[in-house]
């Protein structure tokens, strides 16, 4: 079969890789995703929806100040999907809460904050802690139990439907004329003097430039390019409500409501190095447990599914990108928060990726702070 | 729209569907005792306030969902009639919080 050449070819066509071919695409760039069929994993299909700034960073404010580039972006990113795909992604900013059961849970909130406020210019957050009067003003609605004390509340987070905004990305992505393909997945990958030659069952594909973006399947291709990609897999699982008339205008890092009136509940947080996924009766009693802590009467809203889902973690939480010293050309970029970074990974990764070098504002994400000598 | 074959032997209970008294046989469920009384939509969507009824009739489909005894979202069709039971058109999505505290055993 002739060689498909394209000017730059994406491995992975969930959240990460498809903003960033389109950004790519959208200035200039002959793009080709590359895929797995509907049987891969793709934590892009089974996350919160959450695009949210308020806890992100501790410990890295480049990171704080990335996500709140992204939480900027993201309104003018949702109105270009609909606008290129015909399919709104439900993006919505009026702020979000992390609620706080118990005053050790709101002092220890309140540390946090104030920590992450230390680290970085005040503008980044601008999270501020709310007692429980503040709370309930924000949902008329709701009779909290008698633990909620109070919450935090970060006026630049908010949301989007996660099915919505990958099947909105993926209409953008043909409209701009990506060859997407879920048909050929990278086996393998080399470099050639001008570019990289991807090996595919659909055939092979010749690239100027390649960008790993393959979520839990990035970490052996990276291996054969010089590239890093560590991922420490964590499960997730969330429990989703029968529809309720709308009570919940405002996300929370734990809890939010859909524009179909379904109620979202989460996660959990347990280590899967095996990349298992299956999700237990007892996780979901532990969730329900919180929740009905939180709001009693949810326990009286019915339970129609639950599922659990492989975040895409780093050792330390935070974005990867590097570029390859030993195959110029070649990028890596996971992360965890996928929906929330896609703005910024269509605009300012995009560019970073054309450009001929990645700029130093992006030094802080390269996988050498991992490397225990280096960072003594 | 819907006949029941003559059963003269069977027994029967007394229940209300949308505030109408009538009588039906002791293996019906709710949602059948909704299309004997012709109610038509015996829901509206959520989503997009389009009626609905039963369809499945057999706990798959979701369309059936009533208020039973004042209890929201209650799937018709798999819940069989009892003596002086409250059959109601459910409209929309139910509320967070509805009735007392005794309701909430179902
Ligand atoms: C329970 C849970 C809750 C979450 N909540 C949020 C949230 O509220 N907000 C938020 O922003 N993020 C959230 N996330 C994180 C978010 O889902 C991920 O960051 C994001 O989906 C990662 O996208 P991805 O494209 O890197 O990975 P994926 O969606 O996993 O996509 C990777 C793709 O690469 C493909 N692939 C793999 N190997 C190959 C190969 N060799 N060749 C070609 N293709 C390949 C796969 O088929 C897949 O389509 C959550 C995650 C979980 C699990
Ligand atoms: S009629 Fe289908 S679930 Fe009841």
């Not at chain 1, 309930?136 to 004390?149: H, S, W």
């Not at chain 1, 970060?154 to 953008?172: C, E, F, I, K, M």
């Amino acid at each position: 079969m002739a060689e498909a050449s394209f000017d730059f070819v994406v491995v992975g066509g969930g959240v990460v890789g498809s903003s960033i071919g389109l950004g790519l695409a959208r200035r200039g760039a002959r793009v080709a995703i590359l895929d797995q069929g509907d049987t891969a994993l793709r934590s892009s299909r089974v996350n919160f929806g959450l695009v949210w700034l308020q806890s992100k960073g501790d410990g890295m404010p480049e990171y704080g100040r990335w996500t709140r580039r992204s939480a900027d972006l993201w309104t003018e990113f949702a109105a270009y999907l609909q606008d290129l795909s015909g399919i709104d992604p439900e993006h919505e900013q009026k702020g979000g809460i992390a609620f706080c059961l118990g005053e050790a849970e709101f002092e220890h909130r309140r540390n946090t904050i104030q920590r992450m406020h230390n680290q970085v210019e005040p503008w980044v957050y601008e999270t501020r802690m709310i007692d429980r009067k503040a709370v309930e003003a924000l949902y008329p609605g709701v009779r909290f139990g008698p633990e909620m004390v109070g919450a935090s509340f970060g006026p630049h987070d908010g949301v989007t439907n996660p099915l919505r905004l990958l099947q909105s990305l993926h209409g953008a992505l043909k409209r701009v004329g990506i060859a997407y393909r879920p048909d050929a997945p990278a086996q393998a990958i080399q470099s050639d003097g001008g570019g990289f030659v991807i090996d595919t069952p659909a055939g092979p594909f010749r690239a100027g430039k390649v960008v790993l973006a393959a979520g839990h399947g990035t970490t052996g291709l990276a291996a054969t390019l010089g590239l890093e990609a560590p991922i420490v897999p964590e499960r997730g699982q969330l429990i989703i409500t029968e529809r309720v008339a709308p009570i919940l205008p405002i996300p929370a890092s734990g809890v939010r409501q859909t524009r179909d009136g379904t109620i979202m509940i989460g996660t959990t947080h347990e280590a899967a190095p095996d990349l298992t996924t299956r999700a237990t009766t007892a996780n979901a009693v532990h969730i329900a447990e919180r929740i009905v802590r939180l709001i009693p009467d949810m326990a009286r809203v019915k339970m129609v599914r639950t599922w659990l889902g492989l975040r895409v973690l780093s050792p330390d939480g935070f974005p990867v990108y590097m570029e390859s010293e030993t195959h110029p050309g070649a990028y890596v970029a996971i992360c965890h928060s996928g929906n929330t970074l896609a703005a910024v990974h269509a605009n300012d990764l995009a560019e970073a990726f054309l450009a001929h070098r990645l700029p130093d504002t992006l030094a802080p994400f390269h996988p050498r702070r991992f490397h225990v000598s280096q960072a003594a | 729209m819907f006949r029941k074959l003559p059963d003269p032997a069977c027994a029967t209970v007394a229940v209300t569907v949308d505030g109408q008294a009538m009588r039906v046989a002791t293996h019906e469920t709710a949602a059948s005792a909704a299309l004997l009384a012709a109610m038509g939509a015996t829901r509206t969507s959520p989503v997009n306030g389009e009626p609905r009824a039963p369809f499945c009739m057999m706990g798959v489909c979701y369309d059936c969902l009533m208020v039973i005894d004042g209890v929201p979202s209650r799937q018709a069709c798999l819940v069989p009639v009892r003596d002086g039971m409250r059959i109601e058109r459910q409209a929309g999505a139910r509320a967070l919080a509805f009735g007392s505290a005794e309701t909430a055993d179902v």
